[in-house]
């Protein structure tokens, strides 16, 4: 019988070039296994042994999020979520899709195989993953860091081959799916400066060499007192004023007096009686972040000491728009938020409660007792009826999400007011929740949202609570809600060129 296909013939094709491939990683291995490494046998096989489990990594995240600056955290973070992908990656599929056995340990001298062999299979490298996933992550949230942690990580996917416990084509595809994850978390969660706003409209600020001519007042109560002392490491001529929050705005208003430049590091809510000040005397300000989420802040691009002595230094600034709402004889502004409803209930809730039993478990129990409530916190007339809602937002400019990251602002002089309205029913948890994951001028039975330039309620039910940049009062009858085109001019560090 003559058979259908000559198995006399070699193979050619995709066979044939993978056959050839193969047999050139083994050379490769082979060849790494006979070089003499000067200085790597005390250094490679301990740091191999250390990333085991991700124990390295997350000793280098707790290392980096010692240095307390917002960014190094955001990095070890991201390091850390993107090591978590690439290892779930490896397990569920890299691993059980290519089941390559382990390289012959005969060519690799004793000295440097591992005590405990992996019994794993070969392809890809978990290892290189998990360094390359790391490393990769910390830098695209921080360059700096990154670099630091770049050649940790080379030096622990290179230790795979140096071992013998890998070919080298295990740890480039490791290498590359882990690098494929930090990517990919990031496209989930946009890094900071994926969402840094236009430097638009750039404005005329004065140049304060060595900060002289800055008056900056800060709020001891928000933890600030690190950034306050960083920025005078940076600005010595910079005149820096430490206070109790009930003396901020007293302090802020002595400051104006005498200074070029008024600056505030605290969190929104300081930075909001800040932003009153600068408006009312008209200078410009200066806003170093010192609070827990510091949202304009961030939003503005300005992070830390660093960012802002550059700005102060070198005159750079832009001009923002302000939120201004008029309820009777209560008014007031905000850079960041405004809200009726549920959000202002749950913080009058949360203060009541924190003081007893702390901030995140009073945060719960307020979320709880406002959701389970009988009745709705908000009634307001619109067209002429009067309707109940669970929440009315208004965005000091339009919210954008980006992945399944919070909605962020990506130009703070859009002129518009980014309203967003949470309607009654039954429910109030998942209408809320799908008010949150929709973006801007939607529509549905649950929520609504526009974006407007001013907004006028009215009927406003005596005793409702109003909340704006973090602070709370209460108001009734008729609401104005209008933008301050450009009003406010701060420094922030410009892009290059």
């Given at each position: 019988?003559?058979?259908?296909?000559?198995?006399?013939?070699?193979?050619?094709?995709?066979?044939?070039?993978?056959?050839?491939?193969?047999?050139?990683?083994?050379?490769?291995?082979e060849f790494a296994a006979g070089r003499n490494w000067p200085g790597a046998e005390p250094v490679l096989p301990r740091l191999s042994r250390s990333?085991?489990?991700?124990?390295?990594?997350?000793?280098?995240?707790?290392?980096?999020?010692?240095?307390?600056?917002?960014?190094?955290?955001?990095?070890?973070?991201?390091?850390?979520?993107?090591?978590?992908?690439?290892?779930?990656?490896?397990?569920?599929?890299g691993k059980r899709s290519v089941r390559r056995p382990r390289p012959v340990l005969d060519p690799v001298p004793m000295v440097r195989r591992l005590?405990?062999?992996?019994?794993?299979?070969?392809?890809?490298?978990?290892?290189?993953?998990?360094?390359?996933?790391?490393?990769?992550?910390?830098?695209?949230?921080?360059?700096?860091?990154?670099?630091?942690?770049?050649?940790?990580?080379?030096?622990?996917?290179?230790?795979?081959?140096?071992?013998?416990?890998?070919?080298?084509?295990?740890?480039?595809?490791?290498?590359?799916?882990?690098?494929?994850?930090?990517?990919?978390?990031?496209?989930?969660?946009?890094?900071?400066?994926?969402?840094?706003?236009?430097?638009?409209?750039?404005?005329?600020?004065?140049?304060?060499?060595?900060?002289?001519?800055?008056?900056?007042?800060?709020?001891?109560?928000?933890?600030?007192?690190?950034?306050?002392?960083?920025?005078?490491?940076?600005?010595?001529?910079?005149?820096?004023?430490?206070?109790?929050?009930?003396?901020?705005?007293?302090?802020?208003?002595?400051?104006?007096?005498?200074?070029?430049?008024?600056?505030?590091?605290?969190?929104?809510?300081?930075?909001?009686?800040?932003?009153?000040?600068?408006?009312?005397?008209?200078?410009?300000?200066?806003?170093?972040?010192?609070?827990?989420?510091?949202?304009?802040?961030?939003?503005?691009?300005?992070?830390?000491?660093?960012?802002?002595?550059?700005?102060?230094?070198?005159?750079?600034?832009?001009?923002?728009?302000?939120?201004?709402?008029?309820?009777?004889?209560?008014?007031?502004?905000?850079?960041?938020?405004?809200?009726?409803?549920?959000?202002?209930?749950?913080?009058?809730?949360?203060?009541?409660?924190?003081?007893r039993i702390g901030g995140w478990p009073a945060g719960v129990l307020a979320a709880v007792r406002v959701l389970r409530a009988d009745r709705h916190?908000?009634?307001?007339?619109?067209?002429?009826?009067?309707?109940?809602?669970?929440?009315?937002?208004?965005?000091?400019?339009?919210?954008?999400?980006?992945?399944?990251?919070?909605?962020?602002?990506?130009?703070?002089?859009?002129?518009?007011?980014?309203?967003?309205?949470?309607?009654?029913?039954?429910?109030?948890?998942?209408?809320?929740?799908?008010?949150?994951?929709?973006?801007?001028?939607?529509?549905?039975?649950?929520?609504?949202?526009?974006?407007?330039?001013?907004?006028?309620?009215?009927?406003?039910?005596?005793?409702?609570?109003?909340?704006?940049?973090?602070?709370?009062?209460?108001?009734?009858?008729?609401?104005?809600?209008?933008?301050?085109?450009?009003?406010?001019?701060?420094?922030?560090?410009?892009?290059?060129?």
């Amino acid at each position: 019988m003559t058979p259908d296909v000559d198995l006399t013939v070699p193979k050619t094709g995709a066979h044939s070039a993978l056959k050839r491939m193969l047999a050139l990683d083994c050379r490769l291995f082979e060849f790494a296994a006979g070089r003499n490494w000067p200085g790597a046998e005390p250094v490679l096989p301990r740091l191999s042994r250390s990333a085991n489990h991700g124990v390295l990594w997350f000793a280098a995240a707790a290392a980096i999020t010692a240095s307390r600056t917002p960014r190094a955290r955001r990095a070890a973070v991201r390091g850390l979520a993107s090591l978590s992908l690439a290892s779930l990656t490896i397990n569920t599929l890299g691993k059980r899709s290519v089941r390559r056995p382990r390289p012959v340990l005969d060519p690799v001298p004793m000295v440097r195989r591992l005590k405990r062999q992996p019994i794993t299979t070969s392809f890809p490298s978990g290892h290189a993953a998990s360094a390359a996933a790391f490393a990769t992550g910390v830098a695209l949230e921080s360059p700096a860091w990154g670099a630091a942690v770049a050649p940790v990580a080379a030096s622990v996917a290179l230790s795979r081959v140096y071992t013998g416990v890998h070919f080298p084509s295990d740890v480039l595809a490791g290498a590359a799916l882990g690098a494929g994850a930090a990517f990919a978390v990031r496209a989930l969660v946009p890094t900071r400066a994926q969402v840094v706003p236009p430097a638009r409209p750039r404005a005329d600020v004065p140049a304060l060499p060595g900060g002289e001519g800055l008056v900056l007042v800060a709020n001891s109560a928000s933890g600030s007192a690190d950034r306050a002392r960083a920025l005078r490491d940076a600005l010595p001529k910079a005149e820096i004023v430490e206070c109790e929050p009930e003396d901020v705005e007293a302090e802020l208003e002595r400051a104006a007096g005498h200074a070029r430049v008024l600056g505030v590091c605290g969190g929104d809510g300081t930075v909001n009686t800040a932003a009153g000040v600068a408006l009312r005397r008209g200078l410009p300000l200066a806003v170093l972040p010192g609070g827990t989420l510091n949202h304009f802040a961030y939003d503005l691009g300005v992070e830390d000491a660093r960012d802002l002595s550059r700005a102060v230094e070198q005159g750079e600034g832009v001009r923002v728009d302000v939120g201004r709402f008029v309820a009777g004889r209560k008014r007031g502004v905000f850079l960041n938020t405004f809200s009726l409803g549920v959000y202002p209930e749950l913080v009058r809730e949360r203060e009541r409660w924190s003081e007893r039993i702390g901030g995140w478990p009073a945060g719960v129990l307020a979320a709880v007792r406002v959701l389970r409530a009988d009745r709705h916190p908000l009634e307001a007339e619109f067209e002429g009826r009067r309707r109940p809602l669970w929440l009315l937002f208004a965005g000091n400019g339009t919210y954008h999400r980006m992945g399944l990251a919070s909605g962020r602002r990506q130009d703070l002089a859009d002129g518009r007011l980014d309203v967003r309205v949470v309607h009654g029913g039954r429910r109030p948890a998942l209408r809320l929740l799908s008010a949150a994951l929709a973006g801007p001028l939607t529509r549905s039975p649950a929520h609504a949202a526009v974006q407007v330039s001013r907004l006028h309620l009215t009927g406003v039910a005596p005793g409702t609570l109003l909340a704006y940049d973090g602070e709370v009062m209460e108001v009734e009858g008729d609401l104005w809600l209008e933008k301050l085109p450009q009003a406010l001019t701060v420094y922030r560090p410009l892009p290059a060129g």
